[in-house]
DNA sequence: AAAAAAT
């Protein structure tokens, strides 16, 4: 099977041979014949699958081929967020270079006036999310009555995101006389219903078992103890793996994402950060300086996760392993892309066992553990007394530890932390010296506060425990005063 | 529970 086969123009052809391209994948094989005998289409397809050329091409013929409708646009595609409605933009350049096709790119966070000065221009294809598309619209910039194709992408992460309501008001904006292209990783009852009311006698393609995983990406669940700190202590032992080319750091909130990144680049890593409370063009700048190498180390959001094409990255980690499974499955997606390898370590703490259960369940495979063991004493003297000298730790030693990861042993089948290796860590992190302990009847100086801070007034301290945001690393034990005696037993544990 | 998307 190759290009040539599936009905596009030479022109296009050659666009696409001239990107390096010979060989269409099961989607775009699939699709490609099929849209541009103008029929309705759902595609379940992941990311990576070549979902974006299996629509893009074809559309660039039709349109191209078509009689263009001055000042009205033709085509709209719809996705969820605005990096991927950029890079579909991107895409559309890349092959519709040799057309006379116009393209207008409709997301928010940027300024609106270049928008509307290209759409009273006139422009032949939109690609937008909802939010500023019908913000448009509203103000009477766009007329949709002469887009007589449509394609929703991303539909199930659309649904996630609460724009079902806005997606169906658009839908009715348009002609009824179009075809509609829906694509989405899973099929869940609202998407179906989507795809009833809008699609006509719609051909189904499914190229993977939904939320099936790459089998290129190598995948790894690392039990450690909850703290951040032995977090980000157990992160940047796996970030010192030689093999660790570059990276996506997923986290589950920005306010995680930026601490992980201000501490990752305090230890020296060439890393940045991605999150939707950042200024669109601090996003792109950040992913830019991703792709480029310039920084081998990206902390992001879930606004990263689905559909991100970045050439290349070696490594994917969950600093926080995801509340909802699908995300997993995005989010170590973005790695192992195009046949490529992939290696995604997900850390563990004991709450995420009820996640990492969903995760495997959806995913149908066991997911192998691997134990970090003991951290070496040169790495961090520091972490085995968490209660002293917290603030004076000696510097990292120079050029990272290099670990290769050990193999997990046959036998562990014991849930995410859970394991005697990772009660053995949490008891060591946990448990006061007995030299440290309360002295029965005495007045008690608790031990699992914090230790009076330089900044901390001596008779603050007992009334006010530092704020999280200020506090460095220590374990958050959730204790806010001193301990009673029946409890420090229970502390040992 | 969070993040994302219009300002």
Redesign the pocket.
């Known amino acids: 099977m190759s290009f040539a086969d599936l009905g596009l123009s030479d022109e296009l052809l050659s666009a696409v041979t001239d990107a390096g391209y010979t060989e269409p994948t099961p989607i775009q094989a699939q699709a490609i014949p099929s849209v541009l005998m103008m029929r309705d289409l759902i595609g379940i397809a992941q990311t990576g699958t070549g979902k974006t050329a299996a629509f893009v091409l074809p559309m660039i013929d039709i349109l191209a081929h078509g009689r263009s409708r001055a000042r009205m646009p033709r085509s709209l595609i719809l996705e969820?967020?605005?990096e991927l409605a950029a890079q579909v933009a991107e895409n559309f350049e890349k092959y519709g270079a040799g057309t006379k096709l116009s393209m207008a790119l409709l997301?928010?966070?940027v300024s609106m006036g270049d928008q509307i000065k290209a759409l009273e221009k006139g422009v032949d294809v939109l690609i937008a999310?909802?939010?500023?598309l019908?913000?448009l619209f509203?103000r009477g910039n766009i007329l949709l009555t002469g887009c007589s194709m449509l394609v929703i992408d991303e539909a199930d992460r659309m649904l996630?995101?609460?724009?079902i309501p806005d997606i169906e008001e658009i839908c009715t904006k348009l002609p009824k006389q179009r075809q509609t292209l829906l694509f989405s990783a899973t099929m869940p009852a609202p998407i179906k219903r989507l795809a009833d009311k809008f699609l006509e006698n719609p051909k189904t393609i499914e190229v993977s078992r939904p939320a099936s995983t790459n089998l290129n990406i190598k995948q790894w669940l690392v039990p450690v103890s909850g703290t951040a700190f032995k977090k980000r202590d157990a992160l940047r032992r796996l970030l010192g793996q030689d093999e660790v080319r570059n990276a996506i750091i997923f986290c589950?909130?920005?306010?995680t994402v930026r601490e992980l990144n201000k501490s990752l680049k305090s230890h020296g890593f060439k890393s940045g950060e991605i999150?939707?409370?950042m200024e669109q063009a601090q996003r792109i700048a950040e992913l830019d300086l991703f792709k480029d190498g310039k920084i081998n180390i990206l902390v992001a959001?879930?606004?990263a996760a689905r559909g991100l094409d970045i050439k290349g990255v070696s490594h994917v980690f969950n600093f926080d392993a995801p509340?909802?499974p699908d995300?997993y499955v995005h989010r170590i997606g973005r790695t192992g892309r195009g046949g490529a390898t992939g290696i995604a370590f997900t850390l563990v703490t004991a709450e995420d066992a009820e996640n990492i259960q969903n995760i495997e369940k959806l995913t149908g495979q066991k997911i192998d553990r691997l134990e970090l063991g003991d951290t070496p004493e040169a790495d961090a003297p520091a972490a085995e007394e968490p209660r002293r000298g917290r603030r004076e730790r000696a510097p990292r030693a120079e050029g990272r530890r290099e670990r290769t990861p050990r193999a997990p042993t046959p036998e562990v089948t014991v849930e995410a932390g859970a394991s005697p290796q990772a009660d053995r860590d949490a008891g060591s992190e946990a448990a006061p010296r007995p030299s440290e302990r309360p002295q029965r009847g005495s007045r008690i100086e608790p031990t699992f506060a914090p230790p009076p801070r330089r900044d901390v007034r001596r008779d603050d301290r007992n009334d006010r425990r530092p704020h999280r945001d200020e506090r460095d690393d220590g374990p958050d034990d959730g204790w806010n005063g001193p301990i009673p005696d029946f409890l420090n037993a229970v502390i040992a544990l």
């Open positions: 969820p967020t605005r997301i928010g966070g999310t909802p939010g500023r019908m913000d509203g996630d995101m609460g724009f589950n909130r920005k306010t999150h939707g409370d959001s879930d606004v509340w909802h995300d």
